[in-house]
């Protein structure tokens, strides 16, 4: 598959020293989230105006002043009182001020802040639970089809885009062979994975075989190759001696486990980003980075490395998606890594509600794929936003 232009996302400094509020901090790791968080914790109150405050924008778009949070959960204290901490948090990084006659809006502190303290995930609510059902129950198709079509539903149930990265062939093993003979001294080789994916490609058999032999040589390399990587597949099939059908085998199935056999990327919904953001000039530029497959499979490996599962404007250390958030998560199958998916939206974006379809359409995927990645699927919570991601599938 021909490979994206690279360029790579830096990860920026993640010391504890760098100032929350400073544009160029990038999040903390996981290890240091503890420490850091410490730092940033509110009062009961200050805590529930910007929750408040935070939840309001996401909902409007539209600055939020103190008459909006006045009378909110948890908050019973008079609108001047409200006034006096939404300045206070201003102060202190949480909230900005985009014109002086406006109310106030979160910066990627404060949507942080949010995010890592949603007392409850998030919940799909009835329809949209019923639509994953349906969706799994019913579509059909080559593996590379069923994954196109879960970043479409991704987007669907959003409204931002949804990417899905396939995994990478590196730890999958092989399940069975076929050999289907195209005629012409042709044959299709078929292998099946561990990870729900098909290989398939054409191979040009010796003089004299025939569909029986051919049955039979298949058998022979399920018996064989079951259980083993496609490059130890190769391997094995390249010290096999002299049987010519057989080296036209591994030479097949080295190729298959090659360097260009890297993940693809699908990404649905990109249409819907128009309306996710003011600015045109943003919206192009986002689409631009989403159609370079090389980034975005980086960018999603650097925020899973850091132990994160929401990366939030400059977090993710890539300056060209500074006005975004990223919700992913690793797919599992059989307790391997499997590949990942996510959105990519605004930073004001609705995180209990995203979180909650990447990890509902996450389970279901990575048990429709064919292993035990995450049961039925539930709608509860969806786990700690910072520490919920782990490796994806390299």
Do not use: W
Not at 35 to 45: G, I, N
Not at 71 to 85: F, K, M, Y
Not at 123 to 148: A, I, K, N, T
Not at 343 to 349: E, L, N, Q
């Amino acid at each position: 598959m021909p490979r994206a232009r690279s360029t790579s996302p830096t990860p920026r400094d993640h010391s504890p020293g760098a100032s929350p509020g400073d544009p160029g901090a990038a999040g903390d790791s996981a290890a240091d989230a503890t420490s850091a968080h410490a730092e940033q914790d509110l009062d009961h109150r200050k805590a529930a105006i910007l929750k408040a405050v935070v939840a309001e924008y996401i909902e409007s778009a539209q600055p939020v002043g103190s008459g909006h949070v006045t009378g909110s959960p948890g908050i019973e204290v008079s609108s001047a009182t409200v006034r006096a901490d939404m300045a206070s948090l201003e102060r202190e990084g949480y909230l900005t001020q985009p014109h002086t006659s406006a109310g106030r809006i979160p910066t990627d502190k404060g949507y942080r802040f949010f995010v890592d303290h949603i007392g409850r995930q998030g919940s799909l609510g009835p329809d949209q639970r019923q639509q994953v059902r349906q969706f799994f129950r019913h579509v059909h198709g080559e593996f590379e089809d069923l994954l196109g079509r879960t970043s479409g539903l991704l987007a669907d149930l959003t409204d931002y885009a949804g990417v899905v990265v396939a995994p990478t062939h590196d730890t999958a093993t092989v399940r069975s062979v076929q050999l289907v003979d195209l005629g012409n001294l042709l044959a299709l080789l078929v292998v099946v994975l561990s990870d729900g994916s098909v290989e398939k490609r054409t191979v040009e058999l010796p003089e004299g075989i025939d569909d029986v032999m051919l049955v039979s040589v298949a058998n022979h390399l399920t018996s064989a190759l079951r259980g083993r990587t496609l490059a130890e597949a190769g391997a094995q099939l390249e010290v096999a001696g002299d049987d010519e059908m057989l080296r036209r085998a591994a030479a097949t199935l080295t190729e298959m486990a090659g360097p260009e056999e890297h993940e693809h990327v699908f990404v649905g919904g990109s249409s819907r980003m128009a309306a996710a953001f003011d600015a045109m000039d943003t919206v192009r530029s986002v689409l631009s980075i989403l159609e370079q497959q090389l980034v975005v499979v980086e960018l999603i490996e650097q925020i899973l490395d850091r132990g994160l599962s929401v990366a939030i404007g400059t977090e993710h250390g890539f300056e060209p998606l500074a006005s975004c958030a990223l919700v992913v998560s690793s797919l599992a199958i059989e307790g391997e890594p499997a590949g990942t998916i996510g959105v990519v939206g605004p930073t004001r974006m609705n995180y209990p509600r995203a979180l909650a379809a990447v990890r509902v359409v996450g389970e279901q995927l990575s048990e429709r794929l064919g292993g035990a990645g995450g049961g039925r699927g539930s709608d509860s919570g969806a786990g700690g936003a910072r520490t919920g991601g782990g490796r994806g599938g390299r």
